[in-house]
């Protein structure tokens, strides 16, 4: 069974432009969370999708960050206009559907953003 | 809100060595406990959970209490091996939904 699947696992921009962050959770898993580590720093919640839905997007910044999980295809992490600030790994965790409160997420292995 | 709180690293120990990182949180109801490892490069692991009060979670020798009267998880290892090597996180859960709340992580390097 797949686990959490990242990519790109390595992304550079310059400032301005647009990256495209893709996860594709476990296979039988419709829940999504996309947290943020910044560099020696802790990971915080940015958002928690459903298919079709956004759950919670408390942790999303008000400008620039969008986040999707279609129905088909993988969900996709948004970021317009980068700066440097936003420079950081970007984790993507699913859970399955039967059992969403337990609080166990599987995370995949990061994409690494690095803005110049 | 919720927070979680660990000890500052990073935390460096030689092999066989008696492993403590500290723990504490901050929650409005009942949460879930959790500790997960990162390795280099890699995403985050569940290690161990815990889900009510005086659960003692425990994998791969590693061991953790849920503590409410003193809100503590605190991470335990007897003796510790080259391949502990890694970032520990607390987490909790809050009871609506699987968001994690995370602690800053401790970085632990286990020497030979």
């Known amino acids: 069974n797949a686990g959490v699947m990242q990519n790109p696992r390595h992304l550079v921009r310059r400032r301005g432009q647009e990256a495209r962050l893709r996860c594709s959770p476990m296979k039988g898993h419709s829940h999504v969370y996309w947290y943020r580590q910044l560099p020696e720093e802790g990971l915080k919640f940015m958002v928690y999708l459903q298919k079709e839905n956004i759950i919670d997007e408390s942790g999303m910044p008000k400008e620039r960050f969008s986040a999707e999980f279609p129905k088909e295809g993988p969900s996709i992490l948004r970021i317009q206009q980068v700066v440097r600030g936003d420079s950081a790994a970007y984790f993507c965790?699913?859970?399955?559907?039967?059992?969403?409160?337990?609080?166990?997420?599987?995370f995949g292995e990061g994409s690494r953003l690095t803005v110049l | 809100g919720n927070s979680v709180t660990q000890m500052e690293g990073p935390v460096t120990l030689s092999e066989e060595a008696f492993l403590t990182i500290n723990c504490t949180y901050t929650?409005?109801?009942?949460?879930?406990l959790f500790w997960y490892v990162q390795y280099p490069g890699e995403g985050l692991q569940l290690l161990l959970k815990?889900?009510?009060?005086?659960d003692k979670g425990s994998n791969k020798g590693f061991e953790a209490t849920y503590r409410k009267e003193t809100t503590s998880f605190h991470l335990e290892k007897g003796s510790v091996q080259v391949s502990d090597s890694a970032v520990y996180f607390c987490a909790l859960s809050e009871t609506s939904g699987s968001r994690l709340t995370f602690g800053e992580g401790t970085q632990l390097t286990v020497n030979p």
């Open positions: 815990a889900t009510k009060a005086d």
């Open positions: 965790a699913s859970s399955p559907l039967s059992d969403p409160n337990t609080g166990e997420l599987f």
């Open positions: 929650a409005t109801g009942y949460p879930s």
